[in-house]
């Protein structure tokens, strides 16, 4: 059971605007910078955003990240067919001295 | 060009023990904290453990899972990082990554991932 939350799924269509979310605590989250991770069929993890929409190169604008509190959320706006992937949140944990990731969040393009 | 390339992964029986390595290239490994990540088949990511730079006493940490089994190290002068795994048990069975992780400003990011390499704990 992991101790950042996720949704199992999401899904959207084609243009749509879509969001996820990870919830946390105070020692992670709540003091902590949250990572997001894509991870595509059969490939490694990579880094999508962290920190209020840093992207490293190559990641489109379409994606940014929010945090509020103890919960931060992924959005992707104008979807794409090639956005379905598996997402993870990510965040250190002060009082567990471990990084936590969220369950994943499997996105559906339908 | 950044790579991570990990080696070592394969078959090992319960209880055995295997070493695995994580080739760094292209950046400052020495100045750069480095993770080992696992994923079982068809699951989620684990934290596995970390190993931070020498500005940082190469100081480690590990999840409870691993905790007294694996061990983390790192020989800069290689730009290589290594995860002992000792008294292996078939749930350890995943793909292994190591990760690149750096803080700047204030704020920690994970941006470089190596390929994975599998290990299979059976009998």
């Known amino acids: 059971q992991s101790v950042l939350t996720q949704p199992p799924s999401a899904s959207g269509t084609p243009g749509q605007r879509v969001t996820i979310s990870c919830s946390g605590s105070?020692?992670?989250?709540?003091?902590?910078?949250v990572n997001w991770f894509q991870q595509l069929p059969g490939t490694a993890p990579t880094l999508l955003i962290y920190?209020?929409?840093q992207r490293p190169s190559g990641v489109p604008d379409r994606f940014s990240d929010s945090k509020s509190g103890t919960s931060a959320s992924l959005a992707i706006s104008g979807l794409q067919s090639e956005d379905e992937a598996d997402y993870y949140c990510?965040?250190?944990?002060?009082?567990?001295?471990?990084?936590?990731f969220g369950g994943g969040t499997k996105l559906t393009v339908l | 060009e950044v790579q991570l390339v990990e080696s070592g992964g394969g078959l090992v029986q319960p209880g055995g023990s295997l070493k695995l390595s994580c080739a760094a290239s292209?950046?400052?490994?020495?100045?750069?904290?480095m993770h080992w990540v696992r994923q079982a088949s068809g699951k989620g990511l684990e934290w596995v453990g970390r190993?931070?730079?020498?500005?940082?006493?190469?100081?480690?940490a590990y999840a409870a899972s691993v905790k007294g089994r694996f061990t983390i190290s790192r020989d800069d002068s290689k730009n290589t990082a290594y995860l002992q795994m000792n008294s292996l048990k078939t749930e350890d069975t995943a793909v292994y990554y190591c990760?690149?992780?750096?803080?700047?400003?204030?704020?920690?990011?994970?941006?470089?991932w190596g390929q994975g390499t599998l290990v299979t704990v059976s009998s």
């Open positions: 990760i690149r992780r750096y803080c700047s400003g204030g704020s920690c990011f994970s941006d470089y």
């Open positions: 292209g950046f400052t490994f020495s100045g750069s904290g």
């Open positions: 190993i931070r730079s020498k500005a940082n006493s190469y100081a480690t």
């Open positions: 105070s020692s992670n989250i709540g003091s902590n910078t």
């Open positions: 920190s209020h929409n």
């Open positions: 990510a965040a250190w944990d002060d009082s567990l001295n471990a990084l936590l």
